[in-house]
T-cell receptor, first 110, second 115 residues
Framework: SQQGEEDPQALSIQEGENATMNCSYKTSINNLQWYRQNSGRGLVHLILIRSNEREKHSGRLRVTLDTSKKSSSLLITASRAADTASYFCALFQGAQKLVFGQGTRLTINP | DTGVSQDPRHKITKRGQNVTFRCDPISEHNRLYWYRQTLGQGPEFLTYFQNEAQLEKSRLLSDRFSAERPKGSFSTLEIQRTEQGDSAMYLC?????????????FGPGTRLTVL
């Protein structure tokens, strides 16, 4: 399959804890992007990491990319209730389209 | 609001009817995409425009589906002879010219229910 596969499919943690989601893929990529989707704000771009990068940070988000293992991880630190959402990795393969995985459903419990 | 807008937000139709959705991208964005998302799944790519040219179509886009972007601004997605399997959220996204990055900005979607 060309799509990324997220793991776990669902994750439930307490507010303040860190959340880690993983994405594995099988094809070569130009970049890998993470998106968040909730009912209030729709699908929102979080962070993009290029194939020649290993790690990127954006606020409470940290993304890593290991092209040798064809995997990426998204870490959300100090989680908040507002982080409750589905998180998708999306592969950009140079064909001007994103290929999304099935997503990780994250629930932050107060 | 200068984000991507879609209209309508919800559409309920009977099997066999035709439906048309509209997407207005962010004004400076020349790249426009349509995706379809079913419950519990990630979005699936349908088609891509650069300006008014439709440059890529997914095999998911059967001959009942047609998309246009006549003046390189707004786009329409038409589904003819709708089937129950067409029920889904239809998402539109746009992104700036190639040098501006590959991040895509998504609209709120049109939820289609085919009875």
């Amino acid at each position: 399959s060309q799509q990324g596969e997220e793991d776990p499919q669902a994750l439930s943690i307490q507010e303040g804890e860190n959340a880690t989601m993983n994405c594995s893929y099988k094809t070569s990529i130009n970049n890998l992007q993470w998106y968040r989707q909730n009912s209030g704000r729709g699908l929102v771009h979080l962070i993009l990491i290029r194939s020649n990068e290993r790690e990127k940070h954006s606020g409470r988000l940290r993304v890593t990319l290991d092209t040798s293992k064809k995997s990426s991880s998204l870490l959300i630190t100090a989680s908040r209730a507002a982080d409750t959402a589905s998180y998708f990795c999306a592969l950009f393969q140079g064909a001007q389209k994103l290929v999304f995985g099935q997503g990780t459903r994250l629930t932050i419990n107060p | 609001d200068t984000g991507v807008s879609q209209d309508p937000r919800h559409k309920i139709t009977k099997r066999g009817q035709n439906v048309t959705f509209r997407c207005d991208p962010i004004s400076e964005h020349n790249r426009l995409y349509w995706y379809r998302q079913t419950l519990g799944q990630g979005p699936e790519f349908l088609t891509y425009f650069q300006n008014e040219a439709q440059l890529e179509k997914s095999r998911l886009l059967s001959d009942r589906f047609s998309a246009e972007r006549p003046k390189g601004s707004f786009s329409t997605l038409e589904i003819q002879r709708t089937e129950q399997g067409d029920s889904a959220m239809y998402l539109c996204a746009s992104s700036p010219p190639l040098a501006g990055g590959d991040e895509q900005f998504f609209g709120p979607g049109t939820r289609l229910t085919v009875l």
